[in-house]
């Protein structure tokens, strides 16, 4: 049994506007110690995704859909057992750093209000001091007094971290670790989240839209687009012999590659384009693509393709 | 902030220029009961220094204003000085009571709503308390007096004696700040529950509950604070009609009764220590605002 | 602009309150300083007199509907001189900076000093009793806020492409306030406008319910308040009615204030506040 089974979830949103689905029938599993990678652009859904599984969404949000976690279904859990694993059992690292934080509280205070065991305050600070210290601060004392607009983003995000896996969760989510960072500190972010990887018992679910973080962190990735999951494979498959067109318009707009962007605009979630919704963009788009919305289809044991005519 | 103060007190000084007719005249000739004869008025003057030049005598008055001698009443003939400081205790303890009132359900509304923002009881009150805020001061003094005073007997309605004697006018004197509070809070908590953070600190693991109060609270009460300094000011500045409504004995019944009887000094009075008051309370918010925000305090920056 | 329930409520209010004062003469019944003192507190809903008479025999019904005149006459033109002085103040403050804006700035926080009520009072027991007294006394201090308000968005304004184009092409200062500035001030103002006339005719009415206001025996509905208060428990319908009518009208400013500022919720997410 895996650590994290996802079947069918969908999230969709009530807006004045209309109904915009976010994600739609989503299923995947994370196993014990595994890493791994959800690959999409801004817009994709791949942030709800996460945001689902800890079941934070707004009141607007609705759910359907099954999530085990080793076994237990966690969307129809109460809430206050819920509030039991968040922080405990999974563990959670959100997007934006330099907002992520409380200004007027002190990092020690937004750290030790994480640790879920019930011990006297000196020895949750002294827990907190040594998960700084292991991160990477040098003065942990100092960090810990601090407020987080005196540090730098790469160290909100590093203390974050902490915060995130200071109890050991088996599952540690990460929200796009990249963004709202400075580009040329990706080195770092990346050693940070291998070093979080190392832990012993620790699956990480990473959802980025930079392609060169999830293939220097993760075992397996997986490829979003408009809601759906369009490719799954491991690291090396994905990047290296990409079978959906979507994967390889992607590979083909980095840099290192050639650079050419995806023509077209992302879908609006609202109003999502008929049969596949990559169709509109695709370079290999027949007739009946406009038709058909295709189906995850199995091309090798953990290699799926959301694609008719992908190539093989 | 000492600009401000100076402007005061030359505002104050001004007012005496508003007063029609020559004030002398008017001295001496205690308010038409005769006519002082011309000489009568050129020694006056004289005697007063009132014939020297505006500037001059702005500087005389602002000397004896800052040695406490703020001239004498018109009506008791008792320094003035002495007339506010025996009433204004019983001002302050009536805006202070009147603001703890104010801040209370300020403060608990702002919560209970912000919790249950969009249900029928947020809309419920939303109408209640745009009814409530319309009603004039002395409407809503009238109707409490009636039905706890006097229906019920449940509180006194007039004079100051128990701390039974301090609900009614502090209720009356707060609550409309109360209400204005409890908004500005319920708005500013709804905003900040939209922030990261707040989705951050749910993800750890924090109730809903201890969210808003450790998280959540805290931020949005900083920009309530700041109108706190205004709020205070409004409470004083309602002091003259709640006072006079319950026979309270404060500086604010004595203005009334000040302008029934024309009494200049001790207007002119008014003006200036209203005023300092009001200034003096809004460096305490700055100051308490400096505090208890940290990112306007000096920092290091860590690297 | 989208229109909203509160602030057609808000409209209507006004509207229906300040035509049946100005058609008084046309619709009311009796005169409503006539003495009849053989009929002294009739009761209500009954004809000929439909809300009763009051202690000196004189009808309700028409006492309610002189009795705004003055008081809504005199909260009209307030607002109207608050805003003409605090937008003009404001404009010059903000527009042309430097010394003006030294001056006009040390002015406004002196004011701002003083509470609003405390100076009003002050006036009125310093110059005789009158209307002109009434209209400078509550007007003295109010301008100030509106005119801060006013300066701080001329600032922002000035900064915004459309006035550098406008210079850019050689328009000259006064041009530009004029046609630029000026209309973008309105909204702003069109919601302090509404919420500072609710808040001139509650002053009002607490000034003459205390007596120094609107003097009797003129029907105004403050003083009717006041002239009712100690027949508040044998005839409370004296005291009930021109208390509900005082409060419509501010309601009605209120909704209206607030219906405006619902619908240009946006532009004071930049933290005017409330006053």
């Not at chain 1, 990480?204 to 997986?222: E, F, G, I, K, N």
């Not at chain 2, 200049?264 to 925000?293: K, R, S």
């Not at chain 3, 004011?111 to 009793?129: H, K, Q």
């Not at chain 3, 009518?245 to 997410?269: K, M």
Request: proline share 6%.
């Amino acid at each position: 049994m895996s650590l994290l089974t996802v079947d069918a979830l969908s999230v969709s949103f009530r807006m004045p506007s209309g109904t915009v689905k976010a994600v739609r029938e989503v299923s995947f599993a994370v196993g014990e110690n595994e890493v791994v990678g959800i690959l999409g652009e801004s817009g994709c859904g791949k942030s709800v995704l996460l945001t689902a599984l800890v079941r934070l969404l707004p009141s607007n949000a609705l759910v359907s859909g099954k999530v085990f976690l080793r076994g237990e279904e966690l969307l129809t859990l109460s809430e206050r057992k819920m509030e039991r694993l968040r922080g405990k059992k999974v563990g959670f690292v959100p997007q934006n750093p330099g907002t992520s934080l409380n200004p007027l509280l002190r990092i020690g205070s937004q750290i030790t209000e994480a640790i879920s065991t019930s011990l006297r305050r000196s020895h949750k600070r002294a827990q907190a001091m040594v998960s700084l210290q292991q991160f990477g601060f040098g003065e942990p004392w100092v960090i810990f007094r601090a407020y987080p607009h005196m540090l730098s983003g790469g160290m909100q995000q590093r203390v974050l971290v902490v915060a995130g896996i200071i109890n050991q969760p088996r599952l540690v989510m990460v929200d796009e670790p990249t963004k709202g960072l400075d580009p040329s500190l990706r080195a770092r972010v990346v050693e940070v989240f291998q070093e979080v990887a190392r832990l012993p018992n620790t699956a990480l679910l990473c959802v980025s839209h930079d392609y060169l973080v999830l293939q220097r962190l993760a075992h397996r990735v997986m490829v979003m687009y408009a809601g759906e999951l369009v490719e799954i494979g491991s690291t090396k498959e994905v990047f290296h012999t990409p079978l959906h067109p979507y994967t390889v318009s992607l590979l083909w707009a980095l840099p290192e590659r050639g650079m050419r962007p995806i023509p077209g605009t992302s879908p609006s979630l609202s109003n999502l384009p008929s049969g596949c919704s990559f169709h509109p963009r695709c370079f290999q788009a027949r007739s009946s693509c406009s038709v058909d919305h295709p189906s995850l289809q199995r091309i090798s044991p953990g290699r799926w393709v959301r694609c008719p005519y992908a190539r093989f | 902030m000492v600009l401000t103060l100076l402007g005061i007190t030359v505002v104050a000084f001004l007012l005496r220029e508003a007063i029609p007719g020559d004030p002398v005249e008017i001295l001496l000739g205690k308010e038409g009961l005769f006519q002082p004869s011309p000489e009568e008025v050129r020694l006056f003057r004289t005697r007063f220094g009132l014939d020297r030049p505006l500037f001059v005598q702005y500087f005389r008055w602002l000397g004896d204003v800052l040695r406490g001698d703020l001239g004498r009443s018109f009506v008791t003939k008792r320094p003035v000085a002495q007339e506010i400081r025996e009433r204004l205790p019983a001002t302050l303890l009536l805006a202070l009571a009147g603001f703890s009132f104010a801040v209370l359900i300020g403060l608990l509304g702002g919560v209970f709503l912000a919790f249950w923002s969009g249900s029928i009881v947020d809309h419920l009150v939303r109408v209640v308390t745009l009814l409530f805020r319309s009603m004039p001061t002395f409407f809503v003094a009238v109707v409490l007096i009636t039905l706890l005073g006097e229906r019920w007997r449940v509180f006194p309605t007039s004079g100051m004696g128990s701390w039974r004697h301090l609900v009614l006018p502090a209720v009356v004197s707060g609550s409309g700040f109360g209400i204005l509070i409890m908004r500005l809070l319920r708005t500013n908590l709804l905003q900040v529950l939209g922030n990261d953070y707040i989705l951050a600190a749910r993800a750890r693991g924090l109730s809903a509950w201890k969210v808003l109060l450790k998280h959540a609270f805290p931020n949005g009460f900083v920009s309530v604070l700041t109108m706190f300094g205004l709020y205070l000011g409004g409470i004083l500045g309602g002091s003259p009609v709640v006072e006079t409504i319950f026979a309270w004995p404060g500086a604010g019944r004595l203005l009334v009764q000040a302008i029934y009887g024309r009494d200049f000094p001790l207007l002119q009075a008014f003006v200036l220590v209203f005023g300092v008051t009001y200034v003096a309370m809004q460096m305490l918010v700055d100051v308490c605002y400096f505090f208890l925000n940290p990112q306007v305090r000096p920092g290091k920056r860590i690297v | 602009m989208r229109k909203n329930g509160l602030m057609i409520t808000g409209l209507v209010l006004l509207v229906v309150i300040g035509g049946a004062s100005l058609l008084a003469p046309f619709l009311s019944p009796f005169d409503p300083l006539e003495v009849r003192l053989n009929n002294r507190f009739a009761p209500p809903f009954q004809r000929p007199h439909l809300l009763g008479t009051d202690a000196l025999g004189r009808d309700v019904l028409s006492r309610l509907l002189y009795g705004g005149r003055l008081s809504l006459l005199l909260a009209v033109l307030s607002t109207l001189i608050t805003l003409s002085v605090g937008m003009l103040l404001g404009m010059l403050a903000g527009y042309f900076g430097g010394w003006v804006d030294g001056v006009v700035s040390f002015v406004v926080n002196t004011f701002l000093g003083i509470p609003d009520v405390v100076f009003t009072l002050a006036l009125l027991g310093v110059l005789r009793p009158g209307f002109g007294t009434l209209l400078l006394a509550l007007n003295a201090g109010s301008w100030v806020g509106l005119a801060r308000v006013a300066r701080g968005e001329v600032l922002f304004l000035r900064e915004s492409g459309f006035v550098e184009g406008a210079r850019a092409m050689g328009a000259g200062a006064w041009y530009c306030l004029l046609k630029h500035i000026l209309p973008n001030l309105f909204p702003t103002m069109g919601v302090l406008g509404s919420l500072r006339f609710g808040g001139f005719v509650l002053e009002l009415a607490a000034l003459s319910y205390l007596g120094i206001g609107v003097q009797p025996p003129f029907p105004d509905w403050a003083v009717m308040l006041n002239d009712a208060r100690p027949y508040l428990f044998t005839h409370p319908h004296l005291f009930i009615f021109p208390a509900l009518i005082i409060t419509v009208v501010i309601l009605g400013a209120n909704c209206l204030g607030e219906g405006l500022r619902d619908a240009l919720d946006v532009r004071f997410q930049r933290g005017i506040g409330e006053s």
